[in-house]
């Protein structure tokens, strides 16, 4: 994990609210180590800001792509922070800390060259580009699911709609990085996966349709696939201000019942998104 400042190369508007960042971070090393796991995980994040004192806090985004000394961040602007980072010039400088967190577990390559779905909505979508292309390389068969909210997207029709989306959220990007990918706007993407078959489901997006996706392999006898990538508003993101923490099923099972105010514990209890997670087993989040 580093700290320092990178050059923004490109800073690109992707959709009405979607940018594409890319900067050179020269203390990148993205070479795997000798295990053959990359140096960045999909599912890592870094915290980032191009500001000196305000706002306060860097703002966690999950790592797009890497490669060499590039790395690429999808965000959506959703407020101050965000805000700031879309107007960002090649040229400019952003402070990138990272790579942070524990992300999609890559050591199921190795096993399961198997079948492993992505389920991606809104900015969820963001970890999945580097997860499908790690996959891929692993061997494995990475289907994607892409689901946007029909919001931004009001005036125009629904035939309208599919195209603006496929050039806007980069399907055709993303379509090179995996064996099939569909892509839902305005409905539940959810209703496009069925679980059974895959040796590994990855989701990240909104908490409501993550618990969906989550009902859904239950119910299909394959809730132990599903792996959830969390969000959580972060305050440093490495560990120390306690900030993030969420309960867990392993809380719940080890104390026997949750203390809304009760301590941390070192092992179980409750989990802290930035270290711990953001990706977690699904059973241990929606398990309780
Ligand atoms: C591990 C992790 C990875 C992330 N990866 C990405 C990514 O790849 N792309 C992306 O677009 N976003 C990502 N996010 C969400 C991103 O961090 C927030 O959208 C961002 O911090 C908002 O900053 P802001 O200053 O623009 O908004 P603020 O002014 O701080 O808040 C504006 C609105 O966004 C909400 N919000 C702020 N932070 C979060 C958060 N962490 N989670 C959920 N809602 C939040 C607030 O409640 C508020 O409604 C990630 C979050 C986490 C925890
Ligand atoms: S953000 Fe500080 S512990 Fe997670």
């Given at each position: 994990?580093?700290?320092?400042?990178a050059a923004v190369r490109s800073n690109?508007?992707?959709?009405?609210?979607?940018?594409?960042?890319?900067?050179e971070w020269p203390s990148l090393d993205d070479a795997p180590g000798s295990d053959g796991i990359p140096a960045i995980r999909a599912g890592q994040f870094c915290m980032l800001r191009s500001w000196d004192s305000i706002p306060v806090l860097s703002r966690p985004i999950s790592v797009f792509d890497a490669d060499g000394n590039r790395v690429s961040f999808l965000y959506?602007?959703?407020?101050?922070?965000?805000?700031?980072?879309?107007?960002?010039?090649?040229?400019?400088s952003i402070t990138i800390q990272g790579p942070l967190g524990n992300g999609f577990p890559m050591e199921l390559c190795s096993t399961a060259s198997g079948r492993v779905a992505m389920v991606g909505g809104g900015a969820g979508i963001a970890p999945l580009y580097l997860g499908a292309k790690q996959y891929k390389a692993a061997g494995c068969t990475v289907d994607l699911y892409l689901g946007f909210s029909g919001a931004a997207y009001n005036e125009v029709s629904r035939a309208t709609c599919n195209e603006v989306s496929r050039?806007?959220?980069?399907?055709?990007?993303?379509?090179?990085?995996?064996?099939?990918?569909?892509?839902?706007?305005?409905?539940?993407?959810?209703d496009a996966v069925d679980p059974v078959g895959y040796d590994a489901i990855f989701t990240c997006g909104p908490e409501v349709m993550m618990k969906a996706l989550w009902e859904k392999c239950k119910a299909a006898g394959a809730g132990d696939k599903l792996f959830v990538s969390l969000e959580a508003r972060?305050?440093?993101?490495?560990?120390?201000?306690?900030?993030c923490s969420r309960k867990t099923a392993s809380a719940?099972?080890?104390?026997?019942a949750f203390k809304e105010n009760g301590a941390f514990r070192e092992n179980g209890g409750n989990k802290k998104v930035c270290k711990d997670g953001p990706?977690?087993?699904a059973q241990e989040v929606f398990g309780l």
């Open positions: 994990m580093s700290c320092s400042k690109r508007q992707v959709s009405p609210d979607f940018y594409l960042l890319e900067a959506k602007t959703v407020g101050r922070g965000t805000a700031i980072f879309s107007r960002l010039k090649p040229g400019d050039a806007a959220f980069l399907t055709e990007e993303y379509r090179d990085r995996a064996d099939s990918i569909t892509v839902n706007v305005g409905g539940f993407i959810t972060m305050a440093c993101g490495v560990g120390a201000c306690y900030g719940f099972r080890e104390n026997g990706v977690f087993p």
